[in-house]
């Protein structure tokens, strides 16, 4: 498994593959972890977590330049990225035990009847490389705290990643087992999900992988939540701050080097305005520095591979020549690694990749539209819905058109990211169940119901 840096396209490091003899084991582990794990007492879990936190937060520096090394995310964004995760670890802690307190219901006299949240045992989190620790910790912090034990199968370029988050937890005073890193290739996967240890799914990645994964787990009556692609709409109405919104809207698109899937893409623009938006996005894209993702001063750093970037330019070279226009960028930069400039397109045809694929890039898609309800039904013009946002300055009119829009989220004059405290995930290919908050924790537990004459 071999580590090869964006930023110059050599080979860093290489990891040895588990074979299957090594997932049978680390399956046998995680069984027997988990019964003994699911009887401590959730307080000790919660400490546990805090713990996390806090080696995250010492070991900052060290995390965020393996992430940057392995798959380009410019410094600050990756400083920033363990600094959430720490964050996730703490908020688990102060409201797991109130997440999953006791729910008593009316009953009878002389009864007492009453919903417990109960773990289920090992979960496989099949996860990218995107937020290579983000992703793992909001799916780690609630299920150990929780009492499950967590099967980890990351994205193959990031493998020190995987074990990085490995060490976090047993430097934190977890049991060994409770979360194990499986250094794997896809089609050991299905066979894990197979296996009878294993009691339910996690996926954050590609519309076919949730698809694979979704099957093999439904085939085994197992519980999967899928987060899947975005193709966010980013509605800028006629009264809308325009600087504010341009200044969000140029991060919104270029943010983790536009390889998010919570990026604003589809950026529909309310006529009055249109002209004045481009202009001001093509300028603030133009501004951004794109370059060395180990310099602070680097704004979009490389494509995670040689390869997603050709992915990325193919998309924009057949809207292109479907009749899209090209604002700026729109070529691979030349020079070593995966660079893609800041990129906006305009007059971009309906049936063109712009429109209707996720580009999973520094790559903005502008429509221009007469009102509010051709801006919803552009919106909406997608199989995607994940999230996606309104800029306006009455607040009860951007209220009103978030209902309207169909999204896991909708944010009203900010940018969509997703937060500890509420719920996150989506609807259509963009995947079901959700993470974080309350409702993340839920989603892989027994929700047992106790009755007592």
């Known amino acids: 498994m071999d580590v090869v840096d964006p930023a110059t396209g050599e080979t860093v490091e290489t990891y040895e593959e588990d074979d299957a003899a090594d997932v049978a084991d680390a399956l046998d582990r995680a069984e027997a972890a988990f019964e003994s794990w699911r ?61 999953l307190e006791d729910e008593h219901h009316p009953s009878p006299p002389g009864s007492e009847v009453k919903t417990s949240y109960e773990p289920l045992g090992p979960v496989l989190a099949v996860m990218p490389w995107n937020f290579p620790f983000w992703q793992v910790f909001r799916f780690a912090a609630p299920n150990l705290v929780a009492g499950n034990v967590g099967l980890l199968k990351h994205a193959s370029n990031v493998p020190g990643c995987a074990l990085a988050i490995e060490e976090v937890f047993r430097d934190a005073g977890f049991p060994e087992d409770a979360f194990r890193t499986l250094l794997v290739s896809a089609d ?14 996690t996926l954050t990645g590609s519309g076919p992988a949730g698809s694979a994964v979704a099957a093999a787990s439904g085939k085994r009556i197992k519980k999967s939540v899928l987060e899947l692609g975005g193709s966010d709409p980013f509605v800028v109405l006629d009264d809308a701050d325009l600087e504010t919104t341009i200044e969000e809207g140029v991060w ?20 009055d305005v249109y002209e004045e938006f481009v202009s001001g996005l093509v300028e603030g894209a133009e501004s951004l520095t794109v370059g060395d993702p180990t310099d602070r001063d680097t704004d ?16 924009v070279a057949r809207s292109v020549e479907a009749g899209a226009t090209v604002e700026t960028g729109g ?15 305009t007059d971009v045809p309906e049936d063109a990749p712009a429109a209707r694929d996720e580009l999973f890039g520094p790559v903005a898609a502008v429509f221009r539209v007469d009102d509010e309800a051709e801006a919803i039904e552009r919106a909406n013009d997608t199989r995607f819905g994940l999230g996606g946002s309104v800029w306006t300055t009455d607040r009860e009119r951007g209220e009103r058109l978030a209902h309207e829009i169909d999204a896991g989220c909708v944010y009203v004059n900010r940018v969509v990211a997703s937060d500890p405290r509420v719920p996150f995930g989506g609807v259509g290919v963009s995947g079901f169940g959700r993470e974080l908050s309350e409702a993340g924790i839920k989603e892989f537990v027994n929700r047992k119901t106790v009755w007592v004459q």
Request: include cysteine.
């Open 39 to 99: 009887e401590r007492p959730r307080r000790e879990r919660e400490e546990l977590l805090v713990a996390a936190a806090e080696i995250l937060r010492e070991r900052k520096s060290e995390y965020a330049e393996l992430m940057t090394r392995e798959m380009g995310k410019p410094i600050e964004q990756a400083e920033g990225e363990i600094e959430k995760c720490a964050w996730v670890c703490e908020h688990y802690a102060e409201f797991a035990s109130a997440y």
């Open 188 to 201: 050991l996967v299905e066979d894990a999900i197979d296996d009878d240890r294993v009691k339910a799914t």
């Open 252 to 271: 919104a698109r270029n943010q983790n080097s536009g390889q998010s899937c919570i990026a604003a893409k589809r950026f529909v623009v309310h006529d």
């Open 300 to 315: 979009v750093g490389p494509q995670a591979s040689a390869d997603l970037m050709a992915e990325l330019h193919d998309q």
């Open 331 to 345: 070529e691979p930069l030349d020079r070593d690694g995966a660079f893609y400039p800041p990129t906006v397109l």
